[in-house]
Structures are given as structure tokens and as C-alpha cells.
């Protein structure tokens, strides 16, 4: 399997600012998302299932969750004595540890990277949710005998700042990249997922520090016309997540079976911490529709169209609707959602109600007692 | 060695459980799945994390592979440990021959070597048949207190039921004055859990002994501690008041089952301070489809439910279709309910598939005679081909055809 050779890193605060309701506490990756998972479970899971067996993960700050999260990388069979996982913490350069852009932070752990013996690097965002076989990737870049591989897809892309629009020749050669200005027509754009062999991204590195540029996006941008730079492009469900309105939209599109199916696939897993929760037990007089339920919720009330997290209980009496409830946290008897995203261990008394639009959910905080 | 543990326990897993039939033909009834993402030996294995036991001998030798496979390095229990852990203890051979483990006793005596690395000072022997949340530490205060030689958990049964356990007559003080064997007439519903705690170098002393006894049987109830107790040693019942129940038959499998979701029954699996560990399947939620109905169930990761759901508990990826009905009902992982089709007082194995129409099972009042009324059981595997019939009360261990 060419994954072997591959050193996987996944950035997991990038774009926190695009969700800045969920990430106040926690990374871009720790932000709890269906039902059940975490956003780094998805690239994790996805280089595992690729077989990749070393993977760094460069984190900026508020990352105490996150490490909660993964620990030592057991749950996606991470936890090596040789390669495995490893978190690697802002390191101290010349900005005293808060990198801006994703050149910098792959800087800041060079070392790491160096030490690695693996040819390429693959890295990834967080923000992206999609199953991909990170091996055809490879392969695609192998293949091509290409220099960068950039993962894209073809569709209407998501209105996050600084979205890139990658220009290419009938054999899939970047030709040109462009900052995103449509969002009404399909477009290919890029998922932020790379390929590049090793030698040449400290190199890249070294030289874009010197020069002061942070960003990958920009060092691609110089190098087209020197480097061998192709597309990759990922077909099926793959959607980024660049504000609260597209983790609501994007949460609740996972209630269609199609859409289900080519996330949570037989042959690739999402693995998740666990947290021995019990089944989900339904009352006398229950009533959910068209919901998504996680283990450990206790459910007397009505749900629809809605995704309960781990252990939520739902009161007699309480109607949730079109709303995203975090894990523990506790719906009153006869209380009322709609179009609402709560957070963990959040408390809604009895006969509250609480309502939002589909084009502007209402978010509660984490720990909140209303 | 580190810390020298206090107590270790030995965890009896070897048992076929034949009363189960066809759901014990490939497994060790430890194995048997329970309560929507558990195996029986979750609950004496978490009882041992939860009251500070860490080091767990796991004796198996009835189709120990998926048993082994489930227990593995031990993790999901917190116990893959540098100093002590799970073991599984799996017969073996010696320079005198190959033994199999002959009884209860027997096997415990072939680990007199596993025991003595660790010299504790205390043996706590459990079986792995039973569902119960239960405080070991507790007990071995108790035994301390007593200054015991042994002690034996005990819970009173009714009294209708106690002939069909072992019982002892207990003194104010707590002591065993006598012990009778599933009497007929019994004169006490103290029952035996077949939970003990013995001083390591008295069990081992008697141990050896039994095992030199021509015609023993090798066994704890009949051999062992009858042997202890006429020699006078100090025996106590420790009484247990809380939810316990031996899952050997078929019934009792499924009203275990169905008792979890009976809010009366005193076995609270959600209760944070006394957490059951399992090994858990990558499954995201469950979905709960447009047209599906669940009331008063328990419904596991991975499940995809579109049909009616009552009274049932349902495990990991278990699929019910639209129109399907599911009541008063096990379904264990990966099994397909398809359109139309009726489960019903049954328990239903892992990865069966219930075609289209199919009938599983009857209620207990459209029966003629209700004597012969019965939970059907439905086998690993097995298909149920469409409009199908199973009667109550059978178990179908190979592919039934279609009605057409």
C-alpha cells in the first residue's frame, strides 16, 4: 500500500474564526458534530482506513478538548510505539507560538516532519467532512509523477474566506488558482487536501519562511509555472463547514439515507472516542421522526428532524424540532425547539421555548442554564 | 512487581450454557449478547474495574475464540495493565498429560501457579453467567471484618423459586450453619450467587486436597466448600439486595432483556458512578425514520429503523423497514427486518434476515393451550424466507423458505 510511505498532518484549528460560536472553547477539530463524532474523527479515520500509520496533529490554541478527544490515538489504533500519533503543539518561532496560516504552522513543526521517513506528507483540514480514500489519492499523485496534488471537488463551493478555485489542463495540471468570487455556479474547488513529497515541502518551507509568507495557498500560487502541481478530484458527499448556518445546513443533511451512505460506509469506519453510554432508551409515549440518536439519550418528548448527541434526555412533554443538541445536555418537560443548536451540558428548564429560523438557528453556549 | 494486589479474581468463563441452544452453539455463554451492546461478561468484568480489582483471570474452554476475541488486551474495562490486567486461562498441557477442566475447583487448582505470581492475600471466584451491578470491595470488608475463611454472596430468592438454587441456612452473626443443594422442601431462601471470597492459602490448601480425593467432582458447591465446612472453617453469607439474574435459559435471557426497559426493576445501566464497559462497533447514531414508531425500546448505534418498534431492545445495526413490527423482542447486531415483516416475542441472532411478510413468534394470548407458548429463537445468520411463518416456542438454526 503506497499510504505507507506517507506522513499524515492535519491542521486542527484551521478556519476556527469561520465558526467562531462552536470554537470559543475548543478547536475546529473538537467541534462535536453528528450525533456522535468530533471533526478530526473524519480526516483521522479517513487516513487510517487509507492506511496511513503516522499522523501529526499541529494544533494552535485551545486545544485542551481536543487532546481530551484523542488521547493517545487508541480509539483509531494510533497509539504506536513506533510512528502512531503525535500532537504537536504551537512551537515557539518568532511569533511566540500563534501561527497564521498553515505554512507557518507546518514551519513551526519541521523538525517533526524531518524526522519522519516517510516520502510524502499529506495534510488536511478539519473543517472538510467527507470519506476519502486517501490511497487513490496517492496513487493519483504517484501516478502523475506530479510535484503538489491538491484534492478538489467540482460543485458550488462553500462561501469560507480565501476559497480556492484551481484552474486546469485536460490532464488535470494546475494551470492557474484563483480566490472563489462565484458561488451560484459549479466551480472546482480545492478541499485544502495535499500531496508533496517530503524533501520538497521542507524546502518549500525553508524558503517561504525566509520570504515571510504564511500561507501554502500563496506558495502554490508561485510555483505553478516550476512545479508539476495537479488535481485530484473527489467524487460523493463532501461538504465544508465555513459558518454556524453550513454546520446546521450540513448536520441535518445527514438525515438523508444517501447522504449517510457515503459517510458512514461499511469498508471505512469513522472511529470515535467511546464513551460506554448505554443505548438510547425510548419512554412510553416517545415520539421521534426522522432523527438522528446517539447512545445514552433517554427520550420521553418528541423529536423530529433533529440530531441528539450522547446523552440527552428529553423530557415528557418536550417537542424538539430541527435542532442539534449537544451531548449531556438536558431538555425540561414540555419545553420547545426549534431550529436551535445547543450545546454540551446546557439546561433547558421546563415550559421554556426556544425557536429560530432554518436560516438562522439560535446557538446556546456550553453549560448554559435557561 | 509493583503494588501487590490485596485481591485478584478468577473469573469461571468456560461454561457452554447449553440451555441456551442454538445462540451458545459457536459461543461460551460469557459471550452471549445482552442489553442492546453488552455480553454477559461485561457485567462481572466492569463489577471488578468498578470495586478496584485490576488483575482478572478469565477461565475459558467452551468455543473460547469469540470470547477471547471480545476480552483481547483488555481495554474497554481499563484493564490492559503493565501490573496485572486481564489473563485468559485456557487449559493446557502438562508433562503428566492434557487436562481439560474437569470442574469448578479444578480449574482453579490448574492456575494454583497464575494465582501464586501475584501472592494475594484474598481469591474472589466469579462466574460469568450472571447480570448483576455488585460491590466486591464491599464484600471483602465483610470477609475482613468476619475474619472469614470464606464468604459467599448470598440474595434472598422467593420462596417459590428456592428449590432451584443452592441455599444456606445462616446463624444471627452471619455465619453458614448449613448448606442444601436445589432441596425440595427448602428451609431457607438464602441462594448462593456463586460469588465467593476465599483466604488465598486456606482455598489453595483445600484445593489441593479435593484434587487428591478419589471420585471428587471437582467442584466448588459439592466438593470444596462442603469439604471447608465440616472441617469447621469460618464460613459467612454476605447478603446482596439488588438486581441479579442467572441468564441461563431462553426466558430468562429475554425477560433480562426486557427487564431494562421496565423502569420498576431495580438494574440501572445509565448510572455514571457504575459504569458497564463493553467493547463497542464504529456505528454512528441511529436514525429514526419518517415513518417509524418506537416506544418504551432500546435502541443501539448503527440502527436504521423505519417499522414500528414496542418493548424490544435492539442492538448494534439492526435494520427494520418500513411496515415491519418489532415487539417484545431481542434483535442482536446486523440483523435485516424487512417490509411488512413481524417479530414478535422472540429473540433473533446476529446478521438473520426476516424477509419481506414474514411471521416470528406469538403473542401469548392467541394461544389455544398458553402452556406451550415460548419465546422463538432465530439463529446466527439464519434467514426467514418472505411470508414465512415461525411458530412460538421453536428455534430455527438453519434457512426457512418462502410461504409461496
Known sequence: ????????????????????????????????????????????????????????????????????????????????????????????????????????????????????????????????????????????????????????????????????????????????????????????????????????????????????????????????????????????????????????????????????????TADSPVYTKVRDEVPAIYGIGSSVKNSLIADGCRIDGEVENSILFRGVTVAKGAKIKNSIVMQGTYIGENSTLDCVIIDKAAVLKPNKMLCGDSNYPVYIGKGIVI | MA?????????????????????????????????????????????????????????????????????????????????????????????KGTEWYKGTANAIYQNINFIERYDPEYVLILSGDHIYKMDYSKMLDYHKEKNADCTIAMLEVPWEEASRFGLMIVNDDGSISEFEEKPKNPRSNKASMGVYIFNWKKLRKYLIEDEAKEGSGNDFGHDVIPAMHSAGERMFAYQFDGYWKDVGTISSLWDANLDLLNPKVDLDLTDDSWRIYSRSPAAPPHYIGETAKVENSMITEGCEINGDIDFSVLFANVTVEEGAEVRYSIVMPGTVIKKGAVVQYSIVAENAVIEEGAVVGEKPENMADVKEWGVSVIGNGVKIGKGAKVAPNVMIDSDVGGAE
Open chain 2, 3 to 95: 503494588v501487590k494486589p490485596e485481591c485478584i479474581a478468577m473469573l469461571l468463563a468456560g461454561g457452554q450454557g447449553s440451555r441456551l441452544g442454538i445462540l451458545t452453539k459457536n459461543i461460551a455463554k460469557p459471550a452471549v449478547p445482552y442489553g442492546g451492546k453488552y455480553r454477559i461478561i461485561d457485567f462481572p468484568l466492569s463489577n471488578c474495574v468498578n470495586s478496584g480489582i485490576y488483575t482478572v483471570g478469565v477461565l475459558t474452554q467452551y468455543q473460547p475464540l469469540e470470547l477471547n476475541d471480545y476480552i483481547g488486551n483488555g481495554q474497554p474495562w481499563d484493564l490492559d495493565r503493565a501490573n496485572g490486567g486481564v489473563h485468559i486461562l485456557s487449559p493446557y498441557q502438562q508433562i
Open chain 1, 1 to 264: 500500500m503506497s499510504a505507507k510511505n506517507v506522513l499524515g498532518i492535519i491542521f486542527s484549528n484551521a478556519y476556527d474564526e469561520a465558526l467562531p460560536e462552536l470554537t470559543a472553547l475548543r478547536t475546529m477539530g473538537s467541534v462535536p458534530f453528528a450525533g456522535r463524532y468530533r471533526l478530526i474523527d473524519f480526516p483521522l479515520s479517513n487516513m487510517v482506513n487509507s492506511g496511513i500509520t503516522q499522523v501529526g496533529v499541529i494544533t494552535k490554541s485551545n486545544y485542551r478538548s481536543l487532546m481530551d478527544h484523542i488521547g493517545t490515538g487508541k480509539p483509531w489504533d494510533l497509539s504506536r510505539k513506533r510512528e502512531g500519533m503525535t500532537i504537536l503543539p504551537p512551537f515557539n518561532t518568532s511569533k511566540a507560538g500563534i501561527n497564521t496560516g498553515r505554512a507557518d504552522a507546518l514551519y513551526g513543526s519541521i523538525s517533526y516532519i524531518s524526522n519522519s521517513n516517510k516520502e510524502y506528507v499529506l495534510f488536511t483540514d478539519c473543517n472538510v467532512v467527507c470519506s476519502m480514500n486517501y490511497d487513490k489519492f496517492i496513487k493519483a499523485h504517484i501516478a502523475k509523477d506530479a510535484d503538489i496534488t491538491i484534492a478538489y471537488a467540482n460543485g458550488i463551493p462553500s462561501k469560507i474566506e480565501n476559497g480556492t478555485e484551481l484552474f486546469m489542463d485536460a490532464d488535470g495540471r494546475v494551470t492557474g488558482t484563483g480566490l472563489v468570487d462565484c458561488y451560484s455556479s459549479s466551480v472546482n474547488y480545492s478541499l485544502k487536501s495535499m500531496i508533496i513529497r517530503r524533501t520538497l515541502l521542507e524546502r518549500l518551507l525553508h524558503e517561504a519562511h525566509s520570504a515571510k509568507i504564511d500561507d501554502f495557498e500563496t506558495i502554490v500560487s508561485k510555483n505553478i509555472k516550476h512545479l508539476r502541481i495537479y488535481g485530484y478530484e473527489h467524487t460523493g458527499f463532501v461538504r465544508v463547514l465555513d459558518s454556524l448556518q453550513s454546520y446546521y445546513d450540513v448536520s441535518l443533511e445527514l438525515l438523508k439515507l444517501e447522504n449517510r451512505k457515503q459517510i458512514f
